[in-house]
């Protein structure tokens, strides 16, 4: 089965840094998300995008994050000054028409770790 | 979205069925019941889903009560690898792709 695949598995940066975390969704896929997992709760929708605009954000979702697509292949989620509290596991996720009778596809994760 | 309600653990004997309760009893007429699991922090993996006819795919069963207010998740043959936090979601109220998680129910399965 096709895979979305995300890089790094760990990130490990300090407060106030930047962070870019990367996804390579499923090739025909048109939409994409990101959700977040705090070590122990649940996990949270944070944004989905579609045709190069965010569709739809939740309120986690706020100035300090950013994404884009930047070619055919990325889909990219931007921390643009790190917090101690953005330390989870960070799943982007990927469908093809973004309706409610379609499964998303996720990827493994990327663990960030703020110092 | 529909909430839904789950028992926060269960355990099931390897080889035995696996039924897995979930309380929507909100859901809406046009939303579809997930059902999703995630094994030890990995990403959420799909399992099935349906709208109000029961269904059935090489991973698992999914029972819709008739008033579509609950419904089961049966995994016919459990294993050990099935030990997994599993979700069941409302979804599907608009176009949208986006899930709201529940805390789900953590199945042990033993040998």
């Known amino acids: 089965e096709p895979e979305v695949t995300q890089t790094p598995s760990h990130q490990v940066t300090q407060m106030g840094q930047e962070v870019i975390l990367r996804c390579v969704p499923i090739?025909?896929?048109?939409?994409f998300y990101w959700y977040r997992q705090i070590l122990g709760q649940k996990v949270e929708f944070l944004v989905s995008f579609y045709n190069n605009e965010i569709s739809e954000k939740s309120e986690i979702f706020d100035d300090q994050f950013s994404v884009e697509r930047p070619d055919g292949s990325n889909f990219t989620l931007k921390i643009r000054s790190t917090k101690l509290e953005d330390s989870a596991m960070y799943f982007c996720?990927?469908?093809?028409?973004?309706?409610?009778?379609?499964?998303?596809?996720f990827g493994s994760g990327t663990q960030l770790s703020v110092l | 979205d529909a909430k839904t309600t789950q028992p926060p653990s269960m355990d099931c004997a390897e080889g035995r069925a696996a039924n897995l309760p979930c309380n929507h009893s909100t859901i809406s007429g046009n939303e579809y019941v997930y059902w999703y699991r995630q094994i030890h922090s990995q990403g959420p993996q799909y399992i099935i889903h349906g709208l109000k006819n029961n269904e059935t795919n090489e991973m698992a069963s999914l029972i819709i009560t008739e008033d579509r207010k609950s419904s089961t998740l049966i995994l016919p043959h459990a294993t050990l690898r099935d030990t997994a936090v599993y979700y069941c979601?409302?979804?599907?109220?608009?176009?949208?792709?986006?899930?709201?998680f529940g805390q789900g129910t953590t199945l042990q399965v033993k040998p």
């Open positions: 090739s025909n896929h048109l939409y």
């Open positions: 996720a990927s469908n093809w028409a973004g309706t409610g009778n379609e499964k998303l596809f």
């Open positions: 979601i409302g979804a599907g109220s608009g176009n949208t792709g986006k899930l709201i």
